[in-house]
Nanobody, 122 residues
Framework: VQLQASGGGLVQAGGSLRLSCEASGRTFLSYAMGWFRQAPGKEREFVASISWSGGSTTYRDSVKGRFTISRDNAKNTVYLQMNSLKAEDTAVYYC????????????????WGQGTEVTVSS
């Protein structure tokens, strides 16, 4: 599967952005999806994940209550709604797909998108 992330940009602290990740192919429903991010000079980290049906989600603690992951299987798309953005959310955001559902270990994700850059100005 190929993943195409979009929706990044420059936003002021406290603002909102919605990232999208569109998957190619007809097997989107068979993948659990995740969002990761990598800030300048830092390692890539988990942000949020969602199960095949959308019935289960997980978040890193620092984004709980501010970010929401969702998916539209009819559109082969996963979203990340980001509210109350902070300067520390600045990063390149990547979407990823995996066949299994479990702890958000990066090595368990089989496919990765190219990333979309989010810059939050303080």
């Amino acid at each position: 599967v190929q993943l195409q992330a979009s929706g990044g940009g420059l936003v002021q602290a406290g603002g909102s952005l919605r990232l999208s990740c569109e998957a190619s192919g007809r097997t989107f429903l068979s993948y659990a999806m995740g969002w990761f991010r990598q800030a300048p000079g830092k390692e890539r980290e988990f942000v949020a994940s969602i199960s095949w049906s959308g019935g289960s989600t997980t978040y890193r603690d620092s984004v709980k209550g501010r970010f929401t992951i969702s998916r539209d299987n009819a559109k082969n798309t996963v979203y990340l709604q980001m509210n109350s953005l902070k300067a520390e959310d600045t990063a390149v955001y990547y979407c990823a797909a995996r066949h299994t559902w479990g702890p958000p270990r990066q090595y368990e994700y089989d496919y990765w998108g190219q990333g979309t850059e989010v810059t939050v100005s303080s």
